[in-house]
């Protein structure tokens, strides 16, 4: 699952003004992994974007790699 977390910082980092206070940490549960993603306080709104469309499709790109690595994955964006 190292996989995920990678590709979620990679793509948070390249959104971002600064890139050094992104922070992604994965909580594995039985079924379902969690990926936290941090960042910096004014960086908050370009990650969670113009009515949560760039969020989503961070979502969306998590499932589309989670489905094909057969795990479930949830992406929670930390204030």
């Not at 971002?16 to 549960?29: L, M, S």
Request: negative net charge; glycine residues 6%; aromatic residues 2%.
């Amino acid at each position: 699952m190292e996989e995920l977390r990678h590709l979620i910082e990679v793509m948070a980092k390249a959104l971002v003004d600064f890139p050094e206070q992104v922070h992604v940490a994965e909580i594995v549960g039985e079924q379902t992994t969690v990926i936290e993603l941090k960042v910096a306080k004014e960086d908050l709104g370009k990650v969670i974007g113009k009515e949560g469309r760039t969020a989503q499709s961070l979502r969306t790109i998590l499932g589309a790699v989670s489905t094909k690595l057969r795990k479930r994955s949830v992406l929670e964006i930390l204030e």
